[in-house]
Every structure is written in C-alpha cells, then in structure tokens.
C-alpha cells in the first residue's frame, strides 16, 4: 500500500468504486484497517449484505436514508439526504482524526461536491484531517479543478468501447 497518499478515480466509465473496493480488499488482506463510506447510492440492500460479509477487516457505512438513488429524489428528500451524507463526510473526518484506519475510501464523493453538498473548504478540512500514513481514495465521475491540486494520484477511468 503506498503511504499517505490522497487517489482520485473519475470518469464516466464504469470500474471506479470496483478499483477501489478491489484495493481495500488486498489492504485488509494486509492487515491494516479499511473504511469504506459510501455516498449517493442509497442503501444498496444487495451490495451491502455481500460488502458486510467482509467485516471486520472492511468497515462500511452508509449515511443515506432513501431507498432510492439521490438524482431521482424530490428538491425536499434530496434537503433532508444532504444532512445524511454532510454527516458521512463529518464521520469520514472524525475517523481521520482518530487515526482509525489506513485507507478510508469516500466512493462518489465527487458526485457529493457536484451536488454542491459540501464545499471547496469541507474537502480541504477532510484532507487536512488525514494522518502522515493514512491513504485516502475519492471516486466519482465530475473532478472540480480544485481537487487536482489536492490529489497525489488521478486517474480517470472512461468508456473506450461499450
């Protein structure tokens, strides 16, 4: 695992939280501690009955209330998951600074900042919070120009041929 380093997998192309969850899991096989916070995705009922499977070695955690996907929520249920998911990015914050694990993955937090959810200044106070060793990995599908000046790694993951 390479050490204190922010990774950032973007694009429209399908794969990105699967490259990440597949680094989470040689990880923990490692030993180290791995969160995984996901946003914007609902509950995802199927996924995490497998993905629970995986605990202790893989913590994960949804903040969202909604069965349904954020993009077809009403202007007052996507009010009222905004609250859920600046909780997970606080959450995501707090495990940083408890030092509790060595890779935290945020997956579709992109799509959080694109939402307007949170702020330029909320990412930087998350990525502050990182100790000297702990990794961070942020997937997504829109980079702002902001987080290139944040990131150590960046790739961007897109459809070739479909």
């Known amino acids: 695992m390479d050490s204190g380093k922010v990774q950032i997998y ?4 399908r794969g990105k939280s699967t490259a990440a969850l597949g ?3 040689q990880t ?5 501690n791995v969160f995984v916070i996901h946003f914007l995705k609902g509950k995802m009922a199927t996924e995490s009955a497998f993905m629970q499977r995986l605990e202790p070695e893989i913590k994960l955690f949804h903040f969202e209330k909604s069965e349904g996907r954020y993009e077809e929520l009403s202007e ?3 009010l009222e998951e905004n609250r859920n998911l600046r909780n997970g990015v ?3 914050r707090k495990v940083l600074l408890n030092d ?17 959810v949170v702020t330029k200044e909320d990412v ?3 990525f502050r919070a990182k100790a000297d060793g702990a990794q961070i990995i942020v997937t997504g599908r829109k980079l702002p ?4 000046e944040l990131a150590d790694e960046i790739y961007q993951i897109q459809t070739e041929k479909s």
Do not use: P
């Open 76 to 78: 007052q249920e996507k």
């Open 124 to 126: 930087e106070a998350l």
């Open 10 to 13: 973007y694009g429209d192309g």
């Open 145 to 148: 120009d902001y987080m290139r």
């Open 23 to 25: 680094y989470a899991l």
């Open 28 to 32: 923990a096989t490692a030993g180290k």
């Open 90 to 92: 606080n959450f995501a």
């Open 100 to 116: 509790e694990c060595n890779l935290l993955i945020l997956d579709e937090l992109l799509g959080v900042i694109d939402n307007g």
